[in-house]
């Protein structure tokens, strides 16, 4: 059988690094990267870190290259994991993530559409638990599951749930294989470094070897449910594999706040009362907070057999020890 080709975009972010890595090394996939932009900074690293992706130039907010990015490939699967992913950006920048979050998702479903691969292709939307919102009148005991009630509660929230909606409209008009994973926070040594678990790990790195005194934070209550990223990007590939197009919900089940996180990224260095070190910045709070987010994997383990290995605990350690043997190398610390 000749080798199954993925096209992913977002190939620079957390998601891509894992996903690619998982499906060129454990799945023997020939993997094909869309990166934006001329002279895009990341080129280079993309080019170091995961040498066996091939890159594509295409934008998501231009159909055209979009079109011929799919016609070139011929995909057997497609992952859409580019957008504007963070929360406090897409409320300094809103219009700019409709663009990117939501309108993108349609700018390649139709790029799919055009190029009369719709009954060929695989296609994977990245959902995200932001579209649940985290309000208590929408809250399942359980946590939110594939049924629940959504209320965003961001722009970066609201444009993602358009994105869910078209992918759900295209399945059923076109009788598309499109699915959405709706995938709770998920961190790890590659999150991007304005997320709150690898602000938070980096400085305790960088705290623990000397380097830097204080942690400026926003709010510390909020609650997520945190996996780690390894583990979900075989959600989304399991999500490809089915007899049956669906939505998921991937999420650990257990929710903690940046409190607790911070407890145990510094009881890593050796330090029990992380009070001192915090700096209340309001700079980090939001216009509109998710109070606490608690996913229900059930569905997912149930028909595709998913299961996170990750605990929360683990998650934090590696995160941190990651980040210790990282800032030491950068700093010539031996
Ligand atoms: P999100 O769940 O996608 O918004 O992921 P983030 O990691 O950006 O934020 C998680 C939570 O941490 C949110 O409730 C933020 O308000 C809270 N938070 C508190 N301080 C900070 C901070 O300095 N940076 C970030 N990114 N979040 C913070």
Redesign the pocket.
């Known amino acids: 059988m000749s080798k199954k080709t993925a096209l992913i975009t977002g190939i620079t972010g957390q998601d891509g690094y894992h996903l690619s890595k998982f499906l060129y090394e454990e799945k023997g996939y020939e993997v094909f990267g869309i990166i934006r932009g001329q002279n895009n900074p990341r080129y280079e690293q993309v080019k170091k870190e995961l040498p066996f992706v091939k890159l594509i130039e295409a934008d998501l907010m231009d159909v055209s290259s979009l079109y011929h990015a799919i016609y070139s490939v011929s995909p057997d699967e497609i992952y859409n994991l580019g957008a504007i992913s ?3 950006y897409s409320f300094k920048n809103p219009i700019l993530t409709a663009d990117v979050t939501a309108k993108g998702v349609i700018n390649l479903l139709e790029a799919i559409r055009i190029t009369g691969f719709e009954k060929k292709i695989r296609y994977y939307q990245a959902s995200s638990s ?1 579209m649940f919102g985290g309000t208590s009148y929408n809250r399942p005991e359980k946590g939110y599951n594939e049924e629940s009630l959504f209320h965003p509660r961001s722009p970066y929230g609201v444009a993602k749930l358009y994105g869910h909606w078209i992918t759900k409209n295209y399945r059923e008009s076109y009788d598309m294989y499109a699915v959405s994973g709706i995938l709770f ?1 998920h961190e790890g040594e590659h999150r991007g470094e ?4 690898r ?1 938070i790990s980096k400085a305790v790195a960088r705290i623990s070897l000397g380097l830097q005194e204080k942690i ?5 209550w ?1 609650k ?1 449910d945190w996996g780690y990223a390894g583990d979900y990007v075989k959600g989304m590939w399991l999500m490809l594999q089915q007899d049956k197009a669906d939505d998921y919900v991937l999420a650990t089940g257990e929710t903690h706040s ?1 409190e607790d996180f911070l407890d145990l990224a510094f009881a890593e260095i050796g330090i029990k009362d992380w009070k001192p070190y915090i700096v209340r910045n309001e700079a ?3 216009p509109a ?2 109070d606490l987010l608690l996913g229900d994997p059930a569905k997912a383990e149930r028909e595709l057999g998913w299961k996170r290995e990750v605990n929360f605990s683990d998650l934090v350690s590696l995160m941190v020890q990651h980040d210790l043997k990282e800032q030491s190398k950068l700093n010539g610390i031996e």
């Open positions: 963070f929360v406090e932001e926070n304005e997320f709150v678990t602000k400026e934070l926003g709010d510390l909020p997520r940046i980090f709070t939001r907070e998710v």
